[in-house]
């Protein structure tokens, strides 16, 4: 994407220990407005049901200041939702952006290397083979969807991994795993059938407190660490042989993201189902937003975020009385925006 000559304003903070922070005021500005965005739909997101509130109803409610009923309803039953909303949007987002950034290629997303089809068959396999509760079905998804990026990894290793090598393995992960789905879903009783495609299809229906709290906290502990090997994983869009030259340990660096980059988004899946393209678009828009080069980690973070909540409400409100699973929204918003970017990419002549 074309940047422009105008140089970006950029303010520098150090501290007393000697750390400076290089702060782009456009990044940091779209994270702010991100950030309000993705609060505001929290709140229109959270007064939506059959029992709505007003913005103001939710606020005072929150505050404390709610009746009982109200309590109830916001804490117990809708803020849950919105709080596994906001974080899932959260991981994929920067679980996409980390993708992208590793394998130096747009379409280097989860929902193209496997790694969300890898979680949902392990989530399958309790489902079908053990009719496993939702708490095995959790730890199911993520078992295979860290299974999933292990196998990506091993098989794209040769001396070092590659972006295309990388995009080449996991494509043909994602069709083997695809397979295995297929297969599972014909072998399942009736029941487990059904249960199986409405997980499937991605869903913040009936989530509560307990996905709150590991979600929350895998986020509080991956994100310094993500945000820490920032400078390196800016440097490895450059290529391996410069990184090398600047003091980069490229390896190491590449472990660690793609280890957290499939932790965040196996966590996801394995909280809220497969939500297709949010990882694939979110760290887009953001770069769009931004006009900045690299990896935009929080903007895609922010990004996601406001993106899962928002298609969260559209499910429910903009079909009328037809509630949809929020994947099936991000899926016709995603999959509307790749043909999109195909068809700008292509006229500009890079594909």
Not at 96 to 113: C, E, K, T, W
Not at 172 to 189: E, F, H, M, R
Not at 307 to 335: I, K
Request: net charge positive; with cysteine.
């Amino acid at each position: 994407m074309k940047t422009s000559g105008t140089p970006r304003a950029v303010r520098v903070l150090r501290t007393p220990g000697g750390l400076s922070v290089r702060l782009d005021l456009r990044t940091c500005t779209v994270v702010a407005l991100l950030v309000v965005a993705a609060l505001a739909a929290s709140v229109v997101l959270i007064g939506t049901g059959d029992f709505p509130m007003s913005a103001a109803d939710v606020l005072r409610t929150l505050a404390g200041e709610g009746n009982p009923g109200q309590e109830f309803i916001v804490r117990e039953l809708r803020l849950p939702r919105v709080l596994v909303g906001l974080l899932v949007g959260a991981c994929l987002g920067l679980g996409g952006a980390l993708f992208q950034s590793i394998s130096r290629n747009p379409l280097g997303s989860p929902d193209v290397l496997g790694l969300s089809q890898g979680a949902t068959a392990g989530a399958l396999i309790v489902i079908v083979l053990f009719s496993g509760s939702a708490a095995a079905v959790t730890l199911g998804a993520l078992a295979g969807g860290l299974t999933t990026g292990l196998a990506i990894y091993l098989l794209a290793w040769k001396r070092g991994v590659h972006g295309y090598r990388l995009v080449l393995v996991g494509i043909g992960v994602n069709a083997v795993a695809t397979a295995v789905n297929g297969y599972l879903i014909t072998k399942a009783d009736f029941v487990d059938a059904a249960r199986a495609v409405v997980w499937l299809t991605g869903s913040l229906n009936g989530r509560d407190w307990t996905q709150v709290g590991p979600l929350f906290a895998l986020c509080v502990v991956l994100l310094p660490l993500v945000l820490g090997c920032a400078r390196g994983l800016r440097m490895l869009e450059m290529g391996d042989d410069i990184s090398y030259a600047l003091g980069v340990h490229v390896e190491r660096v590449r472990l660690l993201m793609l280890g957290s980059a499939v932790l965040l988004v196996a966590a996801a899946t394995a909280a809220a189902g497969p939500v297709s393209f949010v990882a694939l678009t979110a760290p887009q828009l953001a770069r769009r937003l931004t006009r900045s080069p690299g990896p935009n980690l929080m903007p895609s973070l922010c990004m996601g975020a406001a993106l899962l909540v928002t298609a969260d409400w559209a499910a429910q409100r903009a079909f009328g009385a037809d509630q949809l699973p929020v994947g099936v929204v991000t899926g016709v918003l995603g999959g509307v925006y790749l043909l999109w970017l195909l068809v700008t990419e292509r006229r500009a002549g890079r594909i």
